[in-house]
């Protein structure tokens, strides 16, 4: 289970607690575990295989896994590195025979997609090319606020479910996870361009979206 | 490499500049950019309340005939 670890950071005290509640048969501790990846598994999961209801059965082949390996742990890994090892061991072995349907191929159609709406920025025949005809808003310590609004949630949830599959697989292990770059290039089999990329596309699309509720 | 890029260059070099991922003339070019345009410096303290705004959504549900199929499973688990 290790062929994921790029820069494992060993479990923290945390997962070592957690771990030890599931071993004891804490329901409530398995529950918990579940909802807070099932998510970012199912993204993962998507990427290798052709539909939601076999991402899904992956999903659940995963935690049964986790289950059966659990006495096994011994914390060298944070849990949630290897949690994922064990979702894309399963992802891959159903791939095989079901040619994988890489939403990455999409890629270079997402790259060509600007952050910002060209016609914000002054044309070539200005005498600033390129500059922003009106400033973005100074959201300041509004958008600290602004964040832990209700709405301003919903609004980004909602973004994020409606972008790519890769863009939002990468989205979620990194800003909503906490994977490191190194964690998501090895678990999606991507370069850390593309995955810098997709980063940047999904971020950039989550933040227009907070514009037009923020500002709007 | 130009003396100085445009805010249109700066937005899309947000994401690597925030990664490190930027060669460090690059690097030089961007933080001399933002510097001197209130416009760019907004847009990307708005990319890092994204980011911050990403961390704190709320987890989806988890299907319950799949929560409930795991649950079992961890019951089972738990027994032998």
């Known amino acids: 289970m290790t062929e994921i670890g790029v820069q494992n950071s060993a479990a923290g005290a945390e997962d070592v607690e957690l771990v030890a509640r599931l071993r004891a048969g804490d329901e409530k501790a398995f529950e918990a575990l579940v909802t807070r990846h099932y998510a970012t598994m199912l993204a993962v999961a998507r990427t290798y295989v052709k539909t939601r209801a076999v991402a899904e059965e992956v999903v659940q082949e995963a935690w049964l896994g986790l289950l059966q390996s659990l006495d096994r742990f011994q914390g060298r890994s944070s849990l949630k590195t290897w949690i994922l090892a064990i979702l894309v061991n399963k992802a891959k072995t159903r791939a095989v025979g079901e040619a994988r349907t890489v939403p990455f191929a999409s890629l270079a159609r997402e790259a060509d997609e600007p952050a910002v709406e060209p016609e914000r920025f002054r044309g070539p025949h200005d005498a600033f090319p390129g500059h922003w005809r009106s400033y973005p808003a100074n959201w300041g310590a509004s958008a600290e606020v602004a964040a832990e609004d209700h709405e301003t949630l919903r609004v980004t949830m909602r973004a994020i479910a409606e972008l790519p599959p890769a863009q939002q697989t990468v989205i979620r292990m990194r800003d909503v996870e906490g994977y490191s770059s190194d964690e998501v290039c090895a678990a999606l089999d991507v370069s850390a361009a593309n995955q810098r990329v997709l980063l940047h596309r999904a971020r950039s699309r989550v933040r227009a979206a907070l514009e037009a509720h923020l500002d709007g | ?80």
Not at chain 2, 5 to 20: H, K, N
Not at chain 2, 34 to 63: K, S
């Open chain 2, 1 to 80: 490499m130009a003396e100085h890029i445009s805010c249109q260059e700066v937005i899309e070099l947000v994401t690597d500049y925030l990664e490190r991922a930027l060669p460090s003339e690059e690097a030089s070019l961007f933080e001399q950019h933002i510097n001197f345009c209130d416009g760019c410096e907004w847009y990307l303290d708005q990319m890092r309340a994204t980011v911050a705004a990403v961390g704190r959504i709320e987890e989806e549900e988890v299907p319950p005939e799949t929560r409930d199929k795991l649950l079992t499973a961890f019951r089972h688990w738990k027994r032998t």
